[in-house]
T-cell receptor
Framework: ETGVTQTPRHLVMGMTNKKSLKCEQHLGHNAMYWYKQSAKKPLELMFVYNFKEQTENNSVPSRFSPECPNSSHLFLHLHTLQPEDSALYLC?????????????FGPGTRLTVL | GQNIDQPTEMTATEGAIVQINCTYQTSGFNGLFWYQQHAGEAPTFLSYNVLDGLEEKGRFSSFLSRSKGYSYLLLKELQMKDSASYLC??????????WGAGTKLIIKP
């Protein structure tokens, strides 16, 4: 248990569906991250939020829309996804987004797009 | 560009020692992390190096040479539970973590 929870753990959706991934951290951290993890590839940073403000968007397609209502919660809204978006989506948090930033990860959401 | 290289897969025997190497080329350097990830689980922090040298933590040690852009993770007295992927990540000049693809370590009895 890392103090970061994610729901759902598994999600299967069609290309026309709309769904949301949820992340919550109980560590009192100020920075939160979304990563995409595909088999045998490096973790891909998607978004960074620091004190609820988005500080990083790594050229992510607009079919992925993040939302950070407060420092403890992070959402990833999904719509009109493609099969190549199937992957493990990991949420992480850290004390801050700069300096020493050990990140604590949630268990991930395994997403399958049909 | 920025990249992290580590072997895709390694195999070792229970009770033995294994060294997992990581080389990096990044825009700036603010530290190197090693994480462990068991199949289907979250990555968990193992070690952090920002200065050259060896950091020891129980059965695990991590070494860094900034001039060579090189690090290794050393695992001693291997146990079956050490079977996992080991991820190397470098914090660059923007404090963004650049990740390697991970090394899958298989432990055999």
């Amino acid at each position: 248990e890392t103090g970061v929870t994610q729901t759902p753990r598994h999600l299967v959706m069609g290309m026309t569906n709309k769904k949301s991934l949820k992340c919550e951290q109980h560590l009192g951290h100020n920075a939160m991250y979304w990563y995409k993890q595909s088999a045998k590839k490096p973790l891909e940073l998607m978004f960074v939020y620091n004190f609820k403000e988005q500080t990083e968007n790594n050229s992510v397609p607009s079919r992925f829309s993040p939302e950070c209502p407060n420092s403890s919660h992070l959402f990833l809204h999904l719509h009109t996804l493609q099969p190549e978006d199937s992957a493990l989506y990991l949420c992480a948090s850290s004390q801050g987004a700069g300096d020493y930033n050990e990140q604590f990860f949630g268990p991930g959401t395994r997403l399958t797009v049909l | 560009g920025q990249n992290i290289d580590q072997p895709t897969e390694m195999t070792a025997t229970e009770g033995a020692i294994v060294q997992i190497n990581c080389t990096y080329q990044t825009s700036g350097f603010n530290g190197l992390f090693w994480y462990q990830q068991h199949a289907g689980e979250a990555p968990t922090f193992l070690s952090y190096n920002v200065l050259d040298g060896l950091e020891e933590k129980g059965r695990f040690s991590s070494f860094l040479s900034r001039s060579k852009g090189y690090s290794y993770l050393l695992l001693k007295e291997l146990q079956m539970k050490d079977s996992a992927s080991y991820l190397c990540a470098v914090s660059n000049s923007n404090y963004q973590l650049i990740w390697g693809a991970g090394t899958k370590l298989i432990i055999k009895p």
